[in-house]
C-alpha cells in the first residue's frame, strides 16, 4: 500500500503521518508548506525519510503537479486546504483555489489513474447555524455561513460525484475543532500565547459564548482510520468526528488556564463583541455541535473528552512554544507577517 497525503505536513497531518508509517505503510506527502509547522522538512524529513516517507513540496491547485504525484499510489488522504478561515474573508479566492480547486485537482487526477479510495477532511461547520443539535448527518438542507464552510461542503460534492461517477470508495470526515500539543494555529493556541505573554489579562473575540466541540488529534485520527478499515459505504459516505458536547469560549479560557497554572478568576477577560452572524470574527461559526454517533456506531470512542483535550492541547503548545525559542505569536499575527513577506 502506498497512500498520498496532501496537507500532510500540517497539524492533523503530522499524527495522520506518524499512524500510518508505524503501520507499516508507505506515504507520499504532497504539501506546498504554506501553513505547515515551520520544522517540518528538517526534523521529520530526517527522522522519517527512510524510503517509506517521500514528500513532495508542492501546490494541490496544480494539475499537472497533482497528476504528477498521485501515479502509484492506492488511496488519498485529503487534508491540503486553506485553513485561514478569516483570511477568506478578506480574500475568497483562498478558499475558492486551497478548498475547491484544490480538491478537484485531486479527483481528476485520481481518475487518470485509476485510483478509487480517498478519505477527505471536511469540516463540523458546513452546517451553518442548523435547527437540529446536536447535528447528526442526515440534517439538511445544509447551509454554510462562510467561503470556507462553503468550500468544504463544495469539496464532499465533488468527491461524491466522482464516487458514483467511477465507483470509488470515498469517506468525508466533519471534523470538530480538533486540537493537541502540536496546535499551531486556532483558538487554544491563540489562548496560551496571549495567556504566556500576559497572564492578568485575555482579550477574547466574541462574547464569550460561542460554543464548539474539541477533539484530541489522536482520537480524531483513531475515527477516521477506524472508519476506513470498517466502513462497508460506497461510493460515498460522510461521518461526523467530535466528542459530545460544546465547550463556550469563556469555559475554554478558564480551563486553559488553569492547565498553564493560572488563577482564571484573577484574570481580566476582555470581550470583543459579537461580529455579524453571532460568532466571534464574521465567518465563525457560533455554534457547532455535531452528533458523532454513526462514527460510535462503527466501534469508535474519542479517549478524552473535550476538557481533557484542552487540557493536553495547552499544556504541550506552552511546553513546545516555550521550548521553540519563537515569538509568541496568534495565528491572525504570524499569518498576516507572511502575506506581508509574501508581498514585498
Ligand atoms: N484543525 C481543525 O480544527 C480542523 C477542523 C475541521 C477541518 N479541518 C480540516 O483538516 C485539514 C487539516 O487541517 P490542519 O488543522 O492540519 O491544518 P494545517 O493548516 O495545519 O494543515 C494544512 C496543510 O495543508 C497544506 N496546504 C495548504 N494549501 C495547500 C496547497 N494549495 N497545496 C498543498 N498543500 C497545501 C499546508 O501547508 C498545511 O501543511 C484541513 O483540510 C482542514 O480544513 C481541520
Redesign the pocket.
Known sequence: MRTLV????????ATLLQRLLSAGERVTV????????AD?DAAWCAELLDGRLRFVC????DLATVIGVVAGHDSVV??????DIPGGYDDPQLDL???IH?TWNVAEAMRRHGVRRLLY?????VYGAPLRIPTDESYGPIVPESH?AAA?LAGESILSGFAHLYGWRVLAFR?????GPRS???VVHDFVVKLLRDGTRLEIMGDGRQAKPYIDVEDLVDGVLHADRVATDSPFAVYNVATPGTLTVSRLADVIADALGLDAAGIEMVFSGTARGGGGWVGDTPLVDLDAGALRALGWEPRLNATQAVRRAAGGIRDRLLASGTPLRTTAERRSESRVATAT
Open positions: 496532501t496537507g500532510g505536513a500540517g497539524f492533523i497531518g504532497l504539501d506546498d508548506l504554506s501553513s505547515a509547522e517540518w508542492g501546490d494541490v491547485t485529503h487534508l491540503a486546504a486553506n485553513t483555489h486551497g478548498c484544490g477532511a471536511s469540516s463540523g461547520v470556507y468544504k471534523f470538530g475543532n480538533t486540537i499551531n494555529h486556532g
